[in-house]
């Protein structure tokens, strides 16, 4: 079975738009946190992964929604690691108002695995750690 991270967090007033409503623009940097959060049950953080030459910049983003969350809302949000090739990965997110646990959008990032100067490399090659235990949390 996958390894899916959970993010917690509550809507702030600034996310909001002028109907009240959570703006759409919002849902990329909780897909990041979540991601970010996925990532380290790899015993790293983000900044340790970009310190050792692997980047993962984005080349693709989609998101559905569903049903629109407020102001003080409590949202969890899944993340879990789709697909993964030597040199590509595929993030899918979910995300649910609580504590009904009720789907209020979905979405994908997919990422270029590459080295600092933004080359695309084989991360089995490059980075057969990280890529062992990538593909033993899918």
Request: with cysteine; glycine share 4%.
């Amino acid at each position: 079975m996958p390894y899916i991270s959970e993010t917690r967090l509550v809507v702030r007033y600034a996310e909001t738009d002028m109907m009240g409503i959570v703006h759409h623009s919002r849902y990329y940097p909780w897909f990041e946190q979540a991601r970010t959060d996925y990532i380290k049950k790899l015993g790293l953080t983000y900044t340790e992964l970009e310190k050792m030459g692997f980047m993962l910049p984005l080349t693709e983003t989609q998101c559905k929604y569903i049903y629109g969350l407020t102001y003080e809302d409590e949202v969890l949000i899944t993340c879990r690691l789709e697909k993964l090739t030597v040199a590509r990965m595929e993030f899918f997110y979910e995300v649910f108002k609580l504590p009904e646990m009720k789907k209020v959008s979905e979405g994908r990032t997919k990422h270029g695995i590459v080295d600092r100067d933004m080359h695309p490399v084989n991360a089995k090659k490059m980075f057969p750690k990280i890529w062992e235990d990538m593909k033993e949390l899918m």
